[in-house]
């Protein structure tokens, strides 16, 4: 499954919100009936952190201006207001097949 | 605490074999999904292996069967012996848990496995 995100660079101004895009190249529907859609965080230099799994359940810790949704092949992240501490690259990864990440969006400040 | 602590790596020549090592301490590593993800320098993340619960393990196809991954549940470790190393499996190693399959929600530091002569 080729996941695919847009936009690949994402420049945003400090307490406005932003977007990032997710896409699929086949529905993440599992036979269960979960999709597992999961977003992550890798700021400069350290390891990832993921924020969203399940397409909108945000992780023990994660602040609430991050939020996720979508379905079958499209998703998004949103940040509601952009702080300092949200630079860095994000990624989604699909879990319903063999794990693929998305290419990374690099969020950093205007 | 919970944390994953990986180890092994370095420079290696093309063709070698290095064994990576992540201790996992707060938890049991037979008790999750555990994970090695890489990452090149620059570069984006790639799944490489998966092991559920210490039982059935899982690679990419692109590995063509070099890599093993494996539990070791008295030290609380899993391993992943590469060989065969190729230029292109330089980079980070990050050992992952998961609390469901396919997914890692914590990871350790990463190790850097450089393949050059």
């Known amino acids: 499954v080729v996941m695919t995100q847009s936009p690949l660079s994402l420049p945003v101004t400090l307490g406005q919100p932003a977007s990032i895009s997710c896409r699929s190249s086949?529905?993440?529907?599992?036979?269960?009936?979960?999709?597992?859609l999961s977003w992550f965080q890798q700021r400069p230099g350290q390891s990832p952190r993921r924020l969203i799994y399940?397409?909108?359940n945000r992780d023990s810790g994660v602040p609430d201006r991050f939020s996720g949704s979508g379905s079958g092949t499209d998703f998004t992240l949103k940040i509601s207001r952009v702080e300092p501490e949200d630079v860095g690259v994000y990624y989604c990864?699909?879990?319903?097949?063999?794990?693929?990440f998305g290419p990374g969006t690099k969020v950093d400040i205007k | 605490e919970v944390q994953l602590v990986e180890s092994g790596g370095g420079l290696i020549q093309p063709g070698g074999s290095l064994k990576l090592s992540c201790a996992a301490s707060?938890?049991?590593?037979?008790?999750?999904?555990m994970s090695w993800v890489r990452q090149a320098p620059g570069r984006g993340l790639e799944w490489v292996s998966i092991?559920?619960?210490?039982?059935?393990?899982y690679y990419a196809d692109s590995l063509t069967g070099r890599f093993t991954i494996s539990c070791d549940t008295w030290k609380n470790t899993i391993d992943l012996q590469m060989n065969s190393l190729r230029a292109d499996d330089s980079a980070t190693y990050y050992c992952?848990?998961?609390?469901?399959?396919?997914?890692?929600?914590?990871w350790g530091q990463g190790t850097l496995v450089t393949v050059s002569s």
């Open positions: 992952g848990s998961g609390d469901m399959p396919n997914n890692v929600n914590l």
């Open positions: 707060g938890f049991r590593v037979s008790s999750k999904y």
């Open positions: 092991i559920y619960f210490c039982g059935s393990a």
């Open positions: 086949q529905s993440l529907v599992h036979r269960d009936g979960n999709t597992y």
């Open positions: 399940k397409v909108s």
């Open positions: 990864l699909q879990g319903t097949f063999w794990p693929t």
